[in-house]
């Protein structure tokens, strides 16, 4: 197989000029480049720029996937979005990577060892933008999930040691958006270990159980200026800014709330979310084995009420099986095979196995001589060949 590589991507908060759509097609004349969008793959190939060059300069998001198993999604978001000190607690060696500008953060989620070789067999690349762009909306709305993801990420990559601790857990970890659940599926997060980390979120929630008492004391308080400020926001089309400064706000406020040294939410070492996630995962396989019990026993039922219906007419069923033997060609051959199946397995459950080897003997001492029927009830089981 060739190598291949894709590229996509996106314009977001302005057009590209239309120097910068010349300076793009210098790079590639078979690329899909348009206003907002940079799409190419490669077989043979590279791209003829640098994709974080490019996102400083011309996109706000980037889409990567090659099949040597490796996928990466950039995003660039303004630098009010954020503080230093925020980035830094999820920033990792490779898994998520932050970079800046005069103006922006360009965020880097990567997976670069995948083990699911069918899956980078498969998939060309196209489709991610679509359901992992809106991230950069969420981050610029104050999420911090897509964050916790991406160094979540790291510890299944071996990149955190087991006595470091985690960041701490955003809310709504037990709730992800769609997009965050491609994150997840892109990044390749261990199942099992989401599931342990989410278990903060579902501590929170019942600890947060007073949550609109505690939002109304804080609205309560919040200065006449700052609401003007906020509604400013909302009517000039800046919601984004108007629910992200709100959060941010709020996060402090609750903060200051907490007595001196406690913390809102216990932070768990990995080597305590690795026993977490073992758990978790015990559970899940105990679920499964239940389901798959379960499964088992209603296809049971319903293959015994099937055969039943066969054994209240035990004549028709053979006289249907002559007629298709009769037609002499391969597909009713197949059907009969697939139909003396089940007769032998009514004639178990509601007669004896004697009678139905009985019955086939007459069955084959007409048609015995068509070869390729005989091979098949052989092959099937039903038949020793004399």
Known sequence: MSEYQYYEFVAIDQPLTPTQ?????????????????????YQWGNLKGDPADWMRRYFDAHVYVANWNSCRLLLR?????FDTETLQAFETESALTVDRTDTHWILDWALNESEDYDRFGEEDGRGWMGRLVPLRDELLRGDLRPLYLGWLASVGSGEVDEDSQEPSPPPGLSRLTAAQQSLVEFLEIDQDMLTAVSLADQ????????????L???????????R???????????SQQAERRLKLRFL???????????SRLHRRTVAELQELAQSAAEMRKQREAVQRKKAEVERQAKREA?????????ERCWTAAHERAERGIASAYDDVKRALVDLADAYTLCSSR???????????AKHGKRGALARRLVESGLWNKP
Do not use: H
Request: hydrophobic share 45%; no cysteine; glycine share 4%.
């Open 77 to 81: 978001v303004p630098r009010v979005a």
């Open 228 to 238: 003007a400020v906020v509604l400013k926001l909302l009517l000039t089309g800046q």
């Open 354 to 364: 004697a009678d139905f080897d009985r019955r086939l003997a007459q069955f084959m």
């Open 21 to 41: 759509l010349a300076e793009l097609r210098s790079r590639s004349s078979r690329a899909t480049i348009t206003p907002t969008s940079f799409v190419n793959d």
């Open 203 to 214: 501590q929170a929630s019942v600890v947060d159980a007073n949550g609109d008492a505690e």
């Open 306 to 314: 099937y055969l039943r219906t066969l054994a209240a007419d035990f």
């Open 252 to 262: 402090a406020w609750q903060r200051e709330q907490q007595p001196v040294g406690e």
């Open 216 to 226: 109304d004391a804080w609205i309560a308080e919040l200065p006449n200026a700052e």
